[in-house]
């Protein structure tokens, strides 16, 4: 019924294309997508239904299996809230409201079975600034419909329990709030992996932005986040040429206020690096709102890879988990 900000059908991103100019696209926050598809049942890249700061109103015309994740935007059934981060079943007829997200960026809302949604090079991923994935390329707007095929039937329990007179929703005791959970905290660490550019840098300009706190700035979008703070004094070398970029490439254009490349992201770029967010960090950079504080901290290759195979073993421990709470409802 209403969009909302830059609601749009996303999965894990239009992969292998960058070399031909085409963005990746996808959720923003991965950590986010996986688990509300575990929730519903659905298999890790599923479509899913991705908001930006204000979260849509929706009809249900059926009952509908349905999961809430990533920043929390109080979604509500004629005022009462709908739990985040745990399976609810939501009957037919029922009109779902998103509201402002005060704890971070980007919300998700998953639903059990997969949406139809057609396949553009190998993902249904919305490039907004390409225009294809989704629905014709571009954000959600009021009247349009989504069709969901193929619905689960792992939760036969939990549509048992409907009752009369209750609640406009059922959902079991327990979910996955905490391990992923999205932080309100406006004070922010991104680790990095710093550039040859950067290891060439003076101490003095080195510590000079270690030392700095960097605000996110209402420019940010899907594309990059931009940064306010001290000027970024990186020498910049005449006729440089392009590189390939990669989701969270520091980038400092000639005002030597940071911009950090985020999911629809060019494929190459020509502004000099100070180096890459660590992969691990992912979700902390995407869900940034505007006015967050951040500061930057190196990290070393291994320390990175160290750090992200502990994230990936508790992912897969906590799908794990939720995996076997499911057959439960079975």
């Not at 979260?55 to 015309?61: C, K, R």
């Not at 490439?249 to 000639?254: A, E, K, Y």
């Amino acid at each position: 019924m209403k969009p909302g900000v830059l609601t749009t059908i996303q999965d894990r991103g239009r992969v292998g294309w960058q070399d031909h100019g085409v963005s990746v696209s996808g959720a923003a926050d991965l950590n986010a997508m996986l688990v509300a598809n575990a929730l519903v049942g659905n298999r890790p890249g599923a479509p899913i239904i991705e908001f930006v700061m204000i979260g849509p109103t929706l009809v249900f015309s059926c009952d509908c299996v349905v999961a809430f994740s990533g920043a929390d935007f109080s979604f509500n059934i004629d005022g009462s809230a709908i739990p985040l981060g745990r399976p609810v079943l939501i009957y037919a007829g029922a009109t779902v409201t998103g509201g402002r997200s005060l704890n971070g960026a980007f919300g998700y809302l998953a639903i059990s079975g997969i949406l139809d949604i057609n396949v553009v090079m190998g993902s249904v991923a919305t490039d907004t600034g390409g225009k294809f994935g989704g629905v014709e390329g571009r954000p959600l707007k009021g009247g349009d419909v989504l069709v969901v095929n193929d619905r689960s039937d792992k939760f036969s329990q939990l549509k048992r329990m409907r009752t009369k007179g209750e609640q406009p929703f059922i959902a079991p005791n327990w979910g996955a709030n905490g391990l992923f959970s999205v932080s309100g905290n406006k004070g922010k660490i991104l680790r990095f992996l710093p550039s040859k550019r950067w290891m060439d840098s003076s101490e003095a300009v080195r510590q000079n932005t270690f030392l700095s706190t960097y605000r996110v700035t209402p420019q940010s979008s899907r594309m990059g986040v931009r940064l306010s703070g001290k000027s970024v004094d990186i020498q910049k070398v005449e006729c440089e040429s392009s590189v390939p970029v990669v989701l969270g490439t520091i980038q400092v254009p000639p005002s030597g206020q940071p911009i950090i490349l985020s999911v629809d992201r060019q494929t190459i770029g020509g502004y000099p690096s100070i180096g890459v967010v660590a992969s691990v960090d992912r979700s902390i950079l995407v869900q940034s709102q505007p006015g967050d504080d951040i500061r930057f901290v190196e990290i070393s290759v291994k320390a990175a890879q160290s750090a992200l195979l502990r994230e990936h073993n508790a992912m897969s421990a906590l799908i794990r988990s939720i995996e076997h709470r499911i057959l439960e409802l079975n």
